[in-house]
Structures are given as structure tokens and as C-alpha cells.
């Protein structure tokens, strides 16, 4: 075939986000929300573009598309010119402007509390000599390595590859003088004298990714920070993450590779704060749910999606940093976090290891991770008995219509006034533009107080704050934020989800509600939750409130301790080896329970 004959490859079209100054390219058959995706533009979409949630909105200012059956059904802002990108395929370039929800700043991406801010007790893995060593002569020719030994007054020393490497540039640069990195009798890096000794810990969370940089020479906090999920493209929850990995031939590498790419990306803006190098981490702790933990060391999924819900190990793991592909000081290991069993993983391992001067004084306590996968642990007579709730990411804003993070523009409480209006309060003080995790569970038990939502979580059509659209009714909580009949049964499923599991674990054990002591709530939105609100709404029980005690982000806390700490890591492993799953699929009475706790019966 020659050049006048063969057939011309159809021009790449170009969508063009003015408000963000970026310009990128889309591949044929590509919804605007595919290319999006991966070309880094964010556009929340909590089902990852299966067209079910209608939370992936944008405006299409100009340019030809083509829609899909759902494309006009995405609803906030609430003006009709929104569209969902997961629905549209651009047949000509277009500008495309993205809702103001999924462009906010977020506020809280500071993960540390006032628990962070303790003395972490030193006993770490790795640590750090600074050490002279005798200069190689023609008279003493020995290798590099045994005079390090020598140095060192040990003849086991071995020597990571990479580190070995290392050595001879590092000692000859420095005069003889290097700062070694030890593990055990390992030599796992080589770096100038007075080197800093770094530890890197990630609470690896299904929303958020949150990290914390440790100084493993004093124990002291350095610095923390959070952001979103990466893998969140492909799906707010766990379950659409694990289906997208089982599905698509290379959709687990995907997530792995987002997965990586946030932890690299916090390290690198971590190490920068303090004036230091990566290369300077030598030592990494990763905790994460069962699903988050699989997908970033790329074991298989698939068994995670379906009953019984069984993981390639639960035990804990030590691997090299740089077989994960963390850009790390090379011969660094990571160690990921023991789990329980089923969805329960290394993130409630660590919850629980933070948390143990709340419920390890004794009488029955309750801690509850709440998150889009919620875990709950009952400890009763020194036994504890953990199950994982499907609660979805509804709590934290996630398949709700106008849900959004916590972030500059987001509803994150709403009240009764006096007169029986809503009342509400805005991070930043902004005109609202969506709703967070905080306000979501805010706003159904003021509908519900309001009269707006009836015991069986229907919204009244007669009440002047609720109208009717398309077919879907919907509360209007501001100019350009509602929430729909959807959002209510969201939130429905999600806290009887979690109050069923808390039932059937008391039942195992063959407790009451009253005999709870302690109920301890940790989460990074736990944090930020009512508790009047989750008793209003039926997701807690109503135990008088000096029982509960929030303690924000305990498995970040956690996984701290177990970087700083061997000791801490042989408190998981225990803690993890005594700990029984409960799967509550499988106990009499799930369905009653379940259905039950739907509504809000007797609740006010």
C-alpha cells in the first residue's frame, strides 16, 4: 500500500479546561471522564464512571458531543447545563468546564491531631552510624565492606545489593566517613556523614492517603500530610475497585500504580518540607485495608470480591521499599501491617494498637473505624471480636449528589434554627457548593427532625423545602446544593450496615447496647463527626455521651508507633493473632437486624 492509498489515522480531539489552564488529548471511544482520568484532571466520580452515581458533573461550553442514555441526570450544582463526563464522548474538540466541587482545596489534608502530637517511644528497626574508617593503602587492600566490619566491631555484617553499590563512591566522596544504615546485620544504605535517618509511615486509606515522616534518630514528628486516593478515579468504594482489578486486564496494575505514585508523591513533598532527600528513608511502615493492602503489593483481587471474602495472607510482611516501586533509600524495607480477616486489615490492627489506653482498662468497649469500608472491634473480657461493615463512601460524602471532600465550599454542619429552617455552616466561610462526610450525616437528622424525612427516610413532598425533579425528589439545603431521595437511602444503607454489624457482634457475645463502657470512634472523619448526629440518625446507639471518646486518624497513629517501635510491631502481630473475624453475612438474623436499623423509628 502506498501513500496515497492508506488510510489517514483520525486527529486526536482536545478538550481544553479554560478555569484550569490545561489542554489535553482524547482517545477514540473515550468518555470525557476516561480522559480526564488519565491525564490527571480531577472530576469526582464515586462509581468510577459506571454512570450509576451521577456525581461526575461538567459543563461541555463548546464543542460536539455524544450522550449516553444518563447523560443530563447528574444534578449538582443543580442547573441543567451539567452533564455527566462519564456519560459523554466528544466528536470534536471542546471546552469543557468541571463542577466547583471537585476543584475546591481541601482543608483538612493535615492529618495530625493532638494524640500525634505525644513522644513516640524509639525502638526502631533501622538506625543510623556515623562511622571513620581506616583508609585502603597498598599496604592494606582490604574490600570496602569488611572495613566497614572492622569499623563496626561485627564479622556478620552482609550487605543489601544496593547498598553495596553504594559504599565505595559514598566512602571515598566522604574521606573515609559515611553514615550506615543498619537493619539488624544488614547494611541496607550508605550515605554521607550526618545523614538524616528517616521513617516514612502511610496510613493507606480508601478515601484518603495520609503520611507521616519520622525522625528515627530523636522519635519526633516531622511533618504529616493527606490527599486523596488516586485510585478513587476507578471508584469511591472498595468493592468497584476490586471488580474494576478482576475485570480489566490491566486495571490492577492501574490501582497499583496510583497506589505508588500517591505515596512517592507524599514522600517526596514530606522529605521536601524538612530539607531532605528520600534517599534518606530507611524505613517504611504501610497499613491499609485488606483490598488497599493487596492492590499495592499486587496480589490478586478477585477472591476479595466475593464470599468468603479471603485474603492471599494476613500476616505481616517485610519486603524491599523498592520492589513496591517507592523511591526510598534503596535497600530500605517496607513492612506492611498484619490484618484480622475479611475486609478487616492492617488500618484496624493499627486502630486498634493506637487506641488500647481507651478500651484495655477493662469492662466492654467498642471501637469503630468509620470509613467507606467500617470496622468494628468489640473487646469484652479481654477477647475481641472484629467485623467489617460494607458502609460505602456515603458517610464521607461519596454517591451522594452533591457530596464532596472536606473542602473550601462544603457544608460540613447543618442545624434547625429557631424558626424550624435549616441552618448550616461552611468550611471557609464560602458560598456552598457541595456537602462533606461531616454535614451528610448533619443533614439527615435535621430532615428528619424538620419533618422533611419521615421515620422510613422518605422525603415529604408537601414540606415547602422539598421539591420534585425529574421524577426525584430532593431537599434543598442551599442555593445550588440539595439532597435527594437517593442520598437518603445512601445514607440509610450505609449507617444500618454499621449498626447491624454492632448488633450482631454484641449478640456473639451475648451482650446489650447498655453494656457498652466505651465506645471509641476513629477515622479521620470520625474526627469531625456529631455524635448527637449519629445517635440521631440511629448509626450509634444512644449511650449517654461521656461513653464515647473520638480519636481521629488512630491508624495513622498506629502505623507511626510501628515505624518508630519493633516492639510496636510485635503489639500488632498480637493483637492481630487474638482478634477473631466475625462474618456478619453469615449469622442468623443479619437480614432482620439489617432492615431494621434502615429507618428511623423511635429516633429523634
Known sequence: MNDATRPETAPALQLRFAHLERTISTHAG???????????????????????????????????????????????????????????????????????????????????????????????????????????????????????????????LRADLWAARALPGVLRAGSWSLCAGLRGDELIGAAPPGSASLGLAIDLGTTNVAAFLIDLRSGQRLASLAIENPQAAWGADVITRVNHAAAQPAGAQELREAAVTAINSLAADLCRAVAAAPDYIVDVVVCGNTAMQHLLLGLPVSQLGRAPFVAATSQALDIKARELGLHTCPGA??????????????????????????????????????????????????????????????????????????????????????????AIEVIGSRKPVGLCGSGVLDAMAALHRAGMADDRGRLNARHPGVSEHGGQRAARLAEGVSFSQTDVRAVQLAKAAIRTGLELLLAEAGLQEGDIARFVIAGAFGAYIDVQSGIATGLFPALPAQRFVQVGNAAGLGVQRMLASGRAREQAAGLAGRSRYVELSTRPGFQKAFMRHLGFTGIR
Not at 477477647?383 to 461519596?398: D, F, N, Q, T, W
Not at 457544608?411 to 429557631?418: D, K, N, S, T
Open 333 to 422: 524495607y517496607a513492612h506492611v501491617a498484619p490484618g484480622i480477616g475479611g475486609f478487616v486489615g492492617g488500618d484496624h490492627v493499627t486502630a486498634l494498637l493506637a487506641t488500647q489506653e481507651h478500651w484495655a482498662a477493662g469492662g466492654t468497649a467498642v471501637l469503630m473505624d468509620i470509613g467507606t469500608n467500617t470496622e468494628v472491634s468489640l473487646i469484652h473480657q479481654g477477647k475481641i471480636l472484629s467485623a467489617s461493615c460494607p458502609s460505602g463512601p456515603a458517610l464521607e460524602g461519596g454517591h451522594i449528589s452533591c457530596g464532596m471532600r472536606a473542602a473550601e465550599g462544603a457544608i460540613e454542619r447543618v442545624g434547625l434554627a429557631a424558626d424550624g429552617s435549616l
Open 30 to 156: 473515550e468518555t470525557l471522564f476516561q480522559s480526564a482520568r488519565r491525564n490527571g484532571v480531577r472530576i469526582v466520580g464515586a462509581c468510577g464512571g459506571r454512570g450509576t452515581c451521577g456525581t461526575c458533573s461538567v459543563h461541555v461550553v463548546d464543542g460536539q458531543v455524544e450522550r449516553g442514555p444518563h447523560a443530563g441526570s447528574g444534578q449538582p450544582p443543580g442547573r441543567g447545563k451539567w452533564q455527566r463526563a462519564c456519560q459523554l464522548r466528544a466528536v470534536s474538540d471542546c471546552t469543557v468546564e468541571v463542577a466547583p466541587r471537585s476543584l475546591a482545596p481541601v482543608v483538612r489534608g493535615d492529618v495530625a491531631s493532638e494524640a500525634h502530637a505525644r513522644p513516640l517511644d524509639l525502638d526502631p528497626l533501622v538506625t543510623s552510624v556515623d562511622v571513620t574508617l581506616a583508609p585502603a593503602s597498598l599496604a592494606d587492600t582490604a574490600a570496602d565492606l569488611e572495613r566497614l566490619r572492622h569499623a563496626l566491631g561485627t564479622s556478620d
